[in-house]
């Protein structure tokens, strides 16, 4: 069996084993054959367009599964295996080990509660800490976010504070289990550009600074460079390419990887004409005996790309690490 992700220099925090999720009536599953890893202090992104796969995939790492579902493979978090474990050891990863932080903070905090409140209250319950200390607890989260006057915040309603301030609420959150792997769910698709940046700065701070495993959840390849170690890209349920993000963004070996690169505006330059990738995403409700990106690809060949799924295999070796790419021009070329 070939090598599924580049080696890492330390043991990972996070791994999923060929994880495959199905529902029943669905043409195809939601996850085919994930193999992914994040190690204790190492930034990886999960890109992909909507209905990809990638929020289930985030979803997994905590057994937030969907009901009925069908699995396959392993999730592993520091250590312990996900699939089909008792309550016990999923509230244990739940509360100690790994936090989530999701895309809509608004939908996250109950709206009648002030900010103190929802916070103390994990603290409490989670942390067995008295009220006194858990106000303290979260004076300090609130500050260590960069959140100005954190006192006044912690008596304010979620409807007083803008959409960044609630996001950096649902940050201060998640890092009081201090937890050692953080599941970051598109933390900045609803805010401005000048906000996005700012958030992405608190998450990698924090992850720096208490050496966390982080793992971004993002449509947006270009903040994934700019934000990660390592990039994995998937496509229908599959990952389709993984490597550095410096040697991803520069060289992407997979069509579809360069169809979103090619797609969005880049960070950095001058105005670029976009090229976006012609037709939709397969649903849940197609499937495909070839390669799943072959309908959509500018370079798929009829007979090779439509017949079988290509396998996930070694790359040439970029100039900063691995690759692996699933792709039967990449099998043309080794």
Do not use: W
Not at 12 to 17: G, H, N, Q, R
Not at 73 to 88: E, F, I, K, N, S
């Amino acid at each position: 069996m070939p090598l599924l992700v580049p080696p890492l220099l330390k043991p990972p925090l996070l791994s999923y084993e060929g994880l495959s999720v199905a529902l029943p009536g669905m043409a195809r599953p939601i996850l085919d054959g994930v193999t992914l890893s994040v190690a204790a202090g190492e930034a990886v992104a999960l890109v992909g367009e909507s209905g990809s796969g990638k929020s289930v995939t985030a979803r997994a790492a905590l057994g937030l599964l969907p009901a009925g579902a069908r699995t396959g493979g392993q999730v592993r978090v520091d250590g312990t295996g996900l699939v089909g474990a008792d309550a016990a050891s999923l509230r244990a990863v739940r509360t100690g080990t790994a936090s989530m932080i999701f895309q809509d903070p608004r939908a996250g905090i109950n709206p009648v509660r002030r900010i103190g409140d929802f916070l103390a209250e994990a603290l409490r319950v989670t942390g067995g800490r008295s009220r006194a200390q858990a106000d303290d607890r979260a004076l300090e989260l609130l500050a260590a976010v960069g959140l100005p006057d954190p006192a006044r915040h912690l008596r304010q309603y979620p409807h007083q504070l803008s959409g960044g301030m609630l996001q950096r609420v649902m940050i201060a959150g998640a890092l009081g289990s201090d937890p050692r792997l953080l599941l970051c769910d598109e933390p900045t698709t609803a805010l401005d550009v000048t906000t996005q940046a700012e958030i992405m700065a608190v998450l990698r701070q924090a992850q720096r600074d208490r050496g966390l495993g982080l793992l971004l959840i993002t449509h947006d390849l270009d903040l994934a460079g700019a934000t990660c170690d390592r990039i994995y890209v998937m496509y229908a349920g599959r990952i389709v390419e993984t490597g550095t993000a410096a040697d991803l963004l520069a060289a992407p070996r997979h069509p579809y990887t360069a169809g979103l690169l090619g797609s969005s505006p880049p960070l950095h330059g001058g105005p670029q004409r976009l090229t976006p990738i012609p037709g939709v995403p397969m649903s849940l409700a197609e499937s495909a005996p070839g390669c799943a990106f072959a309908a959509r690809c500018p370079l798929a060949r009829p007979g090779l790309c439509d017949q079988s799924p290509p396998p996930l295999e070694p790359a040439a070796a970029g100039q900063h690490g691995p690759a692996l790419v699933a792709c039967h021009l990449n099998e043309e070329k080794r």
